[in-house]
């Protein structure tokens, strides 16, 4: 009997994470999900039963390049094989000047968002030119291409992000591997929940479909760039 694809996904116990991991696993996918502070809900571990696909769940703090090693090895040794690595974990401190950002802030949104996706990208490569196929798709933000008023260091960081991608896809364009990133704007998560209603109804109001974006339009988007293997290759896909 054939074995299911296999998806590794970072942060997926945040909303965009668990969005995509349920979508991946209605289409036949067994899920690697990582998480850090906030567990695997029950709910995820319940779809991916109906589903009929393996859920294998790994504590991860990418921040610690010993720990992110770790991780790929156990999740190649579960699956025997993935076909997609999905680098979504990040995080932020909420808007703020510059010039109020700590030391502490600073490193946590650099270390998290940028570094973290770093060493994922490079364990991911690891193991796929051993395995000579698979994808990696980035999760950067509008704000790595735009900037973000009051979100300069967050804004840099997923500008790093867009430039690992593109870099990366040409290092392994001799390879059967291709690398992507996703830049979302605005969309409802627990991260973006510190938005105010006046705030979310400007933003609504500047969307061509003027609704504000769901966790679920990015899934879908992580997915198509997943699936199309001709379209895509060290793109940056908007949802915006």
């Given at each position: ?63 610690q ?71 990696i ?5 509008i ?39 996703i ?24 969307n ?8 679920q ?15 895509y ?8």
């Amino acid at each position: 009997m054939a074995l299911n694809k296999a998806v590794l996904i970072t942060g997926a116990s945040g909303s965009i994470g668990e969005a995509t991991a349920k979508l991946f696993a209605e289409n036949g996918y067994d899920i690697i999900a990582t998480y850090n502070s906030h567990k695997i809900s029950d709910e995820l571990r319940d779809f991916c039963r109906a589903c009929n696909v393996s859920l294998h769940e790994f504590k991860l703090d990418i921040t610690q390049a010993q720990q992110v090693q770790q991780i790929f090895d156990d999740a190649f040794k579960v699956s025997g094989y993935l076909d997609c690595v999905v680098c979504n974990a990040g995080c932020s401190v909420g808007e703020k000047m510059l010039c109020d950002n700590s030391d502490d802030d600073i490193e946590k949104l650099v270390q998290t968002n940028l570094v973290g996706t770093i060493y994922c990208n490079r364990e991911a490569v690891k193991h796929l030119l051993k395995q000579k196929h698979g994808n990696i798709i980035n999760v950067s933000s509008i704000y790595g291409v735009q900037g973000g008023s009051c979100e300069a260091v967050y804004s840099a960081a997923k500008a790093g992000i867009i430039g690992l991608t593109k870099a990366l896809a040409k290092e392994l364009a001799f390879s059967a591997i291709r690398v992507n990133a996703i830049a979302p704007a605005y969309v409802e998560t627990n991260m973006t929940a510190c938005f105010s209603e006046e705030e979310k109804e400007a933003i609504r109001q500047e969307n061509n479909l003027e609704r504000l974006a769901q966790p679920q339009d990015v899934a879908e988007v992580i997915y198509e760039v997943a699936e199309v293997e001709r379209a895509y290759n060290g793109e940056i896909v908007f949802v915006d």
